[in-house]
């Protein structure tokens, strides 16, 4: 027995430092969940902090937090219901592109966004949107309009999330329906140009069914991601005039927590939506083995 | 091959249609360098689309002569560069380790990482963590809890486990023990890999703003995206404006009253923003192997 651990020694000593980085940065943290039932303040030690039962779950009965519910489930179903066809159908449109170039320029210039920062393009909508010189501004004030503040009402929040998340994402996403159409044998297109179906035709009977498997893989990953919605894109857009409309679930849990030092609250609200993510993906794979006959693990 | 007439007209639409999506993804990145080249207050003013209208270096000058952009620059630089090749290297070594079928508790091992994909503590648990590491208001919280990638190692598992076992058992025939299977077969076999995995990595570094805007409060360990986030908000420009260097600059330009906080600001945005346009067409060939061989399922 201790023979076969020392055969691979040199096996073990590599995968330690891993280990012990998921040790310290993942396990421990979740051991440290029990904070959401302490009365915890920084500087003092987890341990010693007195139980509180279910004294931080109070924010359930804060309506501001179902306030929160509620805009990160708009802004993540809003977001998927434009973001999920998006890329298919930018896919399609490329993969008709038929000179070879041009192709290749769509792509890597569709790719592009993805390697930004929300921050640069939150100042992207700002150089465009601001109520002294913005161009979309001009344009209004030349057609005779009044000036809109986009990023500072409640009504235009939201679309600018989405727009925002179209214009960076989905390039980048078309990279796995353009592979699977490359794997479409094409004796499928000859044999149909034969029996004279014309482009749409093709598309709709060869393409389409030739990129399902890969339409359902990522339609089944999306899913868990529909209670968290991006703090990273979120908040560089967030001021005092929208927080109405775009205050979400880690929004709420940075400001309370980080922020205000409810430590116990923040992690309380952490807690539940992870229980919830968890099951969401749990619930996927099940979801995922029915209809792909394998799971994702 | 001929087209009939309905395909011709679709092809015109098509190719409008993406000719206008590549439009919109780089007329921004122009609009932004043209402000950024243009006199403030006659760009406030309208009139600048594609070319600056009062051309002026005075907005870099104030950007680069900035010491506290300066600085965040070499905090992004340094994460950068030690994120990447630090975390490639954990990354490889778990993955290469693992890759060894016979490995006793390999699944066990495997158990434990792959949990941690499932399921985490949270923000709060993790910043308490993190503070009691003591790495809260220094480099290195940039640099561990990053470190190892669960995704990237299973990305790197996969595509190990691809490499034909006859080269590794041969290699271990003549003699060679993992490290060296690992520096002379693996690591040079993986290099397309290692680039596309390095290069996520490396961005992932270089655009987080996030861990600078809640781990760190010091203002000299603050990297560039962070900057450029509080810097968002920001009313007035004595958040650029505060350093004595940029004093001088103003007093020998005396253009003061020209200078916007918009103009600085899309200065910022292009110096943070080049760096990645000017490498990304060489590695694009890299990315997209990675993405492909990343979303084949382990």
Known sequence: MYAKFYKYRWQYLMILPGVLLLLLFSYIPMAGIQ??????????????????????????????????????????????????????????????????????????????????????????????????????????????????????????????????????????????????????????????????????????????????????????????????????????????????????????????????????MATAVGLLSSLISLILVVSTNQLSRKINGEGLW | MKLSR???????????VLAGMCLSVLYPFLY??????????????????????????????????????????LITIARTVIGTFGGLIVTLLVAFGLSYRGLPLRSTILGYILLTMLFNGGLVPFYIQLNNLGLVNTFWVYIFPGLFSVWNMFVMLKFIQGIPEALIESAELDGAGPVRTLVQIVIPLSQPMLAALGLFTAVGHWNDWFAGAFFVTRQNLIPVQTFLQQLLAAQDLSAVLGSNTNQEALARSSQMQNITLMSIKMAVVMVSAIPILCVYPFLQKYFVKGVLVGSVKG
């Open chain 2, 6 to 16: 309905g395909e011709t007209i679709a092809q015109y639409i098509i190719v409008v």
């Open chain 1, 35 to 264: 904070v959401a039932f302490r009365d915890f303040q920084l500087g003092t030690s987890i341990w010693n902090s007195s139980w509180v039962g279910l004294g931080n779950f109070t924010f359930l009965q804060d309506p501001q937090f179902l306030t929160v519910v509620q805009n990160t489930l708009y802004i993540s179903v809003l977001k998927f219901i434009f973001g999920f066809p998006a890329p298919i159908l930018l896919a399609l449109l490329i993969n008709e592109v038929t000179r070879p170039v041009f192709k290749r320029f769509v792509q890597s210039v569709s790719y592009l966004p993805h390697f930004f920062s929300w921050i640069v393009v939150a100042y992207i909508l700002q150089s465009f949107l601001t109520l002294d010189g913005g161009l979309v501004n001009q344009i209004i004030g030349k057609a005779g309009g009044e000036p809109v503040f986009f990023l500072g009402s409640t009504e235009w929040f939201r679309p600018m999330v989405i727009l925002s998340s179209l214009w960076k994402e989905t390039g980048w996403n078309t990279i796995l329906y353009l592979a699977a159409i490359t794997t479409i044998d094409p004796q499928l297109y000859e044999s149909a140009k034969v029996e004279g179906a014309g482009k749409l035709a093709q598309i709709r009977h060869i393409t389409i069914p030739g990129i399902l498997p890969t339409i359902s893989i990522v339609l089944i990953l999306s899913i868990p991601s529909l209670i968290t919605v991006g703090m990273d894109q979120i908040y560089p857009l967030m001021n005092s005039a929208n927080q109405g409309v775009a205050d979400v679930l880690d929004t709420y849990i940075i400001r309370n927590g980080l922020q205000q030092g409810y430590f116990g």
């Open chain 2, 32 to 73: 932004m360098l043209a402000i950024s080249l243009n006199d403030g207050a006659s760009a406030a003013k309208g009139g600048v689309y594609l070319w600056p209208k009062n051309f002026t270096l005075i907005n870099y000058e104030i950007v680069l002569g900035n010491e506290i952009i300066r600085q965040s620059y």
